[in-house]
């Protein structure tokens, strides 16, 4: 059975280019149960994911992650954050160069929560990507997030249109 799941994750790929074919409800959340189950410190789970199927709002997000149209192929986009009020009652400005060490623990935890869905959609024959090349102030504007809470990364979830081959790997 461990072969299995390394199997999987050997072959999962980012994928840029999906079917116009739609997600089910019932797969995505299969996905949000996999993250549910993801480890986080003093089992705080941090996490909050906004599925977006709305083509404008899709459209938005994809302004805020430096224009990648291809983003848009995607029929499904989870937008992963972190909630810092699972560490501190004050909300403070969450940004990349917020000093707070309990916003690295809450990344840290959710960026494991957000990998849980990545290997459950590969396992599901869904495709994903994970994008993260924003900046937090817009893409919290884009998202409308609430102040305590900092965006991780959007995943584009989808059934693939191309098969990517494996990218280089360093030894062990």
Same mark, same amino acid.
């Given at each position: ?66 224009? *990648? =149209?291809?983003?848009?192929? !995607?029929?499904?986009?989870?937008? $992963? /954050? ?57 893409? *919290? =504007?884009?998202?409308?997030? !609430?102040?305590?809470?900092?965006? $991780? /990364? ?19």
């Amino acid at each position: 059975e461990g072969a299995i799941m390394l199997k999987e994750i050997k072959e999962r790929r980012s994928i840029r280019k999906y079917l116009a074919k739609d997600v089910p409800d019932e797969l995505i959340r299969q996905l949000l149960e996999s993250a549910q189950y993801a480890p986080s410190g003093s089992n705080t789970q941090p996490w909050r994911f906004l599925i977006v199927r709305n083509q404008t709002k899709k459209e938005q997000i994809t302004m805020a992650d430096h224009d *990648q =149209k291809w983003m848009l192929s !995607a029929p499904v986009f989870i937008v $992963c /954050a972190a909630d810092i009020s699972a560490r501190l009652s004050q909300t403070a400005k969450l940004d990349e160069y917020c000093p707070l060490p309990e916003l690295k623990l809450i990344i840290r935890d959710t960026a494991i929560a957000i990998e849980h869905i990545v290997l459950e959609a590969d396992h599901l024959g869904l495709g994903t990507c994970w994008t993260g090349w924003f900046d937090q102030a817009e893409m *919290q =504007k884009a998202v409308s997030a !609430a102040a305590d809470l900092y965006i $991780c /990364a959007v995943l584009t979830v989808g059934y693939s249109a191309e098969n990517p081959s494996m990218r280089p790997r360093k030894n062990l």
